[in-house]
């Protein structure tokens, strides 16, 4: 058995943040030698790359890892060690997960009042602010397992995040491009035809435009689709848009922002530990994406599984 390491395993990702990375890294990596904090580094050279290394890590004996980058980072660095945990039946409560954030969203450290702030992450560290988080698990089309930190979701939901992570591929940045998809996928995308299952009880049936499932309340930038959900309470929360005219959709805008759209008439919102989104026909077999990175295909599970992970947090 390999024996623990107490050193922090950093996953750098040199892309994130418009290729900001490394200007606000090394400042924050000299920070850390300055404090005797053990560390080593590793760097991403590839999408996906940091789930690997985090699956290598944690398999050498590494239970500290931190993400360099955003929520695109945590996503993957949050698959390699729960890929390593189900392989080895290691307890999840055994690591804890963390972010110096440097992406455009950063939407993951919003529910932990983590600062926006590298250095004062450290300060975290050094403070040992840590708490807990859920584990989600998603199981897709064709059996994918995969894990959520975050928000995730279908319809429009999952086409805002193709759309924007299109527009970042293409080099464009800040939170206006998550709004510009949102006003574009309105307009564009037709429903989907869904039966939505909460803890063995049939939710919802028919067309709709949405559904976002949230362990964290905020997504796209500050956005908060499911803005009652708590990260550790053991509780996954969602929110579902039936199908109803462009009109009625765009008035709902604010709430996304303000924190009401639970109240809205027009969505459909609850809290469950199970759920199942099952497609009505072949052509409502949609995309869906877990923490703005697209997973799979429909139909899929998503199940609060009893676990939890230890993260750095405010």
């Not at 623990?4 to 950093?10: F, N």
């Not at 491009?177 to 063995?200: E, G, K, M, Q, V």
């Not at 049936?205 to 499911?226: D, I, P, W």
Request: some cysteine.
């Amino acid at each position: 058995m390999t024996e623990p390491k107490t050193e922090w395993y950093i996953i750098v990702n040199p892309r994130a943040g418009s290729g900001k990375t490394m200007s606000l890294w090394v400042p924050a990596e000299q920070k850390l030698e300055k404090l005797g904090v053990p560390f080593v580094t590793a760097m991403t050279d590839h999408k996906r790359h940091a789930t690997v290394l985090a699956h290598e890590a944690s398999a050498a004996g590494y239970r500290r890892i931190i993400a360099v980058g955003g929520d695109g980072s945590l996503h993957e660095t949050l698959q390699g060690i729960t890929a390593y945990c189900d392989e080895s039946g290691t307890p999840t409560e055994e690591f804890t997960l963390g972010v110096f954030p440097i992406g455009s969203g950063n939407d993951w450290i919003k529910s932990l009042d983590v600062p926006n702030d590298m250095g004062k992450v450290i300060d975290l560290i050094l403070d040992n602010s840590f708490g807990k988080m859920d584990i989600v698990k998603v199981r897709g089309g064709g059996d994918k397992v995969c894990y959520m930190a975050n928000v995730g979701g279908t319809g429009f939901d999952s086409h805002v995040c193709h759309r924007v992570n299109f527009q970042k591929e293409g080099g464009k940045r800040g939170k206006m491009i998550y709004l510009n998809a949102l006003r574009y996928t309105i307009t564009h995308i037709a429903p989907i035809s869904l039966r939505i299952t909460a803890d063995s009880k049939v939710v919802f049936e028919g067309h709709c435009y949405s559904v976002a499932l949230g362990n964290g309340r905020f997504s796209g930038s500050g956005m908060k689709q499911v803005p009652l959900a708590e990260i550790n309470d053991g509780i996954l929360d969602y929110m579902i848009v039936p199908k109803t005219s462009v009109y009625t959709i765009v008035k709902q805008i604010p709430r996304l922002f303000n924190g009401t759209v639970n109240e809205s008439p027009a969505v459909i919102s609850g809290r469950c530990k199970d759920l199942l989104i099952e497609p009505l026909n072949e052509a409502s077999e949609d995309i869906f994406e877990l923490d703005g990175e697209i997973e799979g295909k429909l139909p899929m599970h998503i199940q609060i599984d009893g676990r939890t992970i230890n993260v750095i947090k405010g």
